[in-house]
Structure formats: structure tokens, C-alpha cells
């Protein structure tokens, strides 16, 4: 049995608590891991009626309180329940530690399909390809354009200063890491502070806005925005350089430490995606190269923290064998970053 199971006590506690909430409840349920490891665990909950749901609780070590919020994350959910974004139905949130030992929530399970890399991307037909590459930016517009205020998230977070404060904290924690630099790293962080454009909006920022985060319908449509850990108010232009960073290589670059679903054949160009976006956005893109640098870097910084925790056993065996894990992988991520900035 995993350490991550749901069993006995602690899934008859849960099965009592999703009771609540819904009365056709048919026990005896059951909680299969479909998400974990570093971020924050999904679960598959199904009664013995086939109802199925969706919880979300943090990881069950390292966690952090900025980074594994379920309060933050749910309401996030629950007040884009009301717009044309689409997210899961939320069910209800769980604060009593007595029943999994953490906050956690439920919501719909939606069904669907993933694409995390060109393998099963190209498992979905042409069309549907297309589509989901249209449909993902439309739907990241469609975030953009929701009013923090007007559904009660005018609160979440800074808003402005979202790329420099970025910046500060990355480079930061970067430097702190007790492992041999990684070449370029801290100085394509400071190159990057010193280039930051001037910030043109505030908007909704899911913060990891990909498609390893987006579920498909069969036919390339969004049907949900997942894991919204990371979600505050900020620049929409670093989502959008986030989106397209992993949509194929910068010019000059060959490889890059993670995979791209958007590079199986019928899938519109990066430069197509881009003119959607400024086609539905008031904002310039022009700045948009800064943004993919940035996105590159950051997706670095975040890897060294990651690699120096697996190489010092934090998440046991073999992860540090994962693709990106290691300085080479980093160093790649850090000439990705380059080329962009000098695109820009």
C-alpha cells in the first residue's frame, strides 16, 4: 500500500465528510491516486454507484503554505464557477485536519484526455488538434478578460510588480541552493530584472498555464483548467509566454528538458497562437519574446530547487533521473532563455 492511499480510517472520515455534501452518496468508496509526487495529490473518488468526483489535498511532505493553499485553490475554482472559464463544479471544502489530516476539497471529475507530450497528441485526430490548440489560448483570453473584483478575487495577491517579484524570489532561492551553480542561471535572472517590461494590466494569472494542465474533450475543446496551486493576480502576458514556451523550441534551439505536445503535426504554429491572442486581447504582445525568456528561466529555477531536493534523497529513488533533473537539462532551459531575450 502507498503512502498516498485513502484506506480505512481516514476514507471512511472522507467518505462520511463527501456524504454531506451529496446525499446519493453509495458507499463503500473508493480513493485511487490519479495525480501526485511533488504538487499537490488528485484522487478519482467512486461510490459503488459509479458517481465519481474529484479530491485535492496537499502533498503529504514538504509542504508549503504559499504553494499548497486547498482554501486558495478552491475559492479560486468556486468564483470562476460562475463565468465562461471552464473549471470543475466545486463540491465543498474540508477543513477539519481530524478527517485527512489536511485541507482538502472536492469537485466534479471531469472526464477527458491530457496530451503531455506529442505521443498522445497524436493519439487525437488532426482536427481535434487543431482545435485544442485554438481553444487553449481562447480560453486563457477568456481568463484574462474576467474582472477580479466581479467575482471576489480583487484581493488575490499583489497584482502589480508580478514578473520583478518573480524575479527576486527565484533568483533568490536559486542562490541558496546547496549545489554547484548552474552556469548562467543567477545571471540570465539578473540580465532578465534589468529587462523587465513595464507591466500593462492586472488580470486573473493561472501561473502554470499548459497543456499537461488543460483536460480535453474529444473533439480539442477545453472541457477544464486544472490545478490552479499557483493562481493569483498578475501580468497575463507571463501566462501567455508560459503557454507558448511550451509550444516548441525557440529559433536556434533543437532540444528542450520537457515535452511539447503542440509539436505533433496539426497543431497551429506558435506564431499563430500568438496572433490569436492579440487578435482577441487589448494588450501589445510585443514584448512577448521577454515573456517566453522569462517562462524558460523560471521553469530553470524552479528545476535546480527540485533537482537538489531529489539528489539529497527528499523524494526517494530515481527521480533525479527524470527528464530536465539534472544541470544539463537546466543549462538547456538557460540557452532557451538566451535566445529568446535576444529575439526580444
Known amino acids: 500500500m502507498a503512502d498516498t492511499d485513502i484506506t480505512g480510517e481516514h476514507a471512511r472520515r472522507a467518505t462520511e465528510w463527501i456524504a454531506g455534501y451529496v446525499p446519493e452518496l453509495s458507499p463503500p468508496v473508493r480513493f485511487d491516486v490519479i495525480e501526485g509526487g511533488r504538487s499537490n495529490l488528485t484522487y478519482r473518488v467512486a461510490d459503488l454507484a459509479e458517481n465519481t468526483f474529484a479530491l485535492r489535498r496537499p502533498p503529504l511532505s514538504g509542504v508549503l503554505p504559499s504553494a499548497h493553499d486547498m482554501r486558495r485553490e478552491y475559492r479560486v475554482i468556486t468564483a470562476l464557477g460562475g463565468t465562461d472559464v471552464p473549471v470543475p463544479e466545486t463540491i465543498g471544502l474540508c477543513t477539519d485536519h481530524d478527517v485527512l489530516g489536511a485541507d482538502f476539497y472536492?469537485?466534479?471529475?471531469?472526464?477527458?484526455?491530457?496530451?503531455?507530450?506529442?505521443?498522445?497528441?497524436?493519439?487525437?485526430?488532426?482536427?481535434?488538434?487543431?482545435?485544442?490548440?485554438?481553444?487553449?489560448?481562447?480560453?486563457?483570453?477568456?481568463?484574462?478578460?474576467?474582472?477580479?473584483?466581479?467575482?471576489?478575487?480583487?484581493?488575490?495577491?499583489?497584482?502589480?510588480?508580478?514578473?520583478?517579484?518573480?524575479?527576486?524570489?527565484?533568483?533568490?532561492?536559486?542562490?541558496?541552493?546547496?549545489?554547484?551553480?548552474?552556469?548562467?542561471?543567477?545571471?540570465?535572472?539578473?540580465?532578465?530584472?534589468?529587462?523587465?517590461?513595464?507591466?500593462?494590466?492586472?488580470?486573473?494569472?493561472?501561473?502554470?498555464?499548459?497543456?499537461?494542465?488543460?483536460?480535453?474533450?474529444?473533439?480539442?475543446?477545453?472541457?477544464?483548467?486544472?490545478?490552479?496551486?499557483?493562481?493569483?493576480?498578475?501580468?497575463?502576458?507571463?501566462?501567455?509566454?508560459?503557454?507558448?514556451?511550451?509550444?516548441?523550441?525557440?529559433p536556434g534551439i533543437e532540444t528542450l528538458p520537457m515535452a511539447m505536445p503542440t509539436t505533433a503535426p496539426a497543431f497551429i504554429s506558435r506564431d499563430e497562437a500568438l496572433a490569436r491572442y492579440g487578435a482577441g486581447s487589448a494588450l501589445p504582445t510585443d514584448d512577448v519574446d521577454f515573456y517566453i525568456a522569462f517562462a524558460y528561466w523560471k521553469l530553470g529555477a524552479v528545476l535546480a530547487g527540485v533537482y537538489s531536493r531529489s539528489i539529497s534523497g527528499a523524494y526517494g529513488d530515481g527521480l533525479a533521473q527524470q527528464r530536465g533533473l539534472s544541470p544539463e537539462g537546466i543549462s538547456m532551459l538557460v540557452a532557451a532563455a538566451r535566445a529568446a531575450l535576444e529575439r526580444n
Open 106 to 250: 472536492v469537485m466534479d471529475f471531469m472526464a477527458g484526455v491530457v496530451v503531455h507530450d506529442p505521443d498522445s497528441s497524436v493519439a487525437m485526430p488532426e482536427p481535434a488538434r487543431r482545435t485544442a490548440g485554438e481553444d487553449a489560448v481562447d480560453c486563457l483570453l477568456r481568463l484574462h478578460q474576467v474582472d477580479p473584483d466581479s467575482v471576489g478575487l480583487g484581493d488575490l495577491g499583489r497584482g502589480n510588480d508580478y514578473v520583478a517579484g518573480q524575479l527576486r524570489r527565484w533568483t533568490g532561492q536559486v542562490a541558496s541552493l546547496p549545489i554547484e551553480p548552474i552556469p548562467g542561471l543567477i545571471d540570465m535572472g539578473e540580465r532578465l530584472a534589468a529587462r523587465v517590461p513595464p507591466q500593462r494590466a492586472v488580470t486573473i494569472a493561472h501561473g502554470d498555464y499548459r497543456f499537461g494542465n488543460l483536460m480535453l474533450h474529444p473533439d480539442g475543446k477545453v472541457a477544464a483548467i486544472l490545478d490552479w496551486e499557483l493562481c493569483t493576480r498578475g501580468d497575463p502576458l507571463a501566462d501567455l509566454g508560459w503557454l507558448l514556451s511550451y509550444w516548441s523550441p525557440p
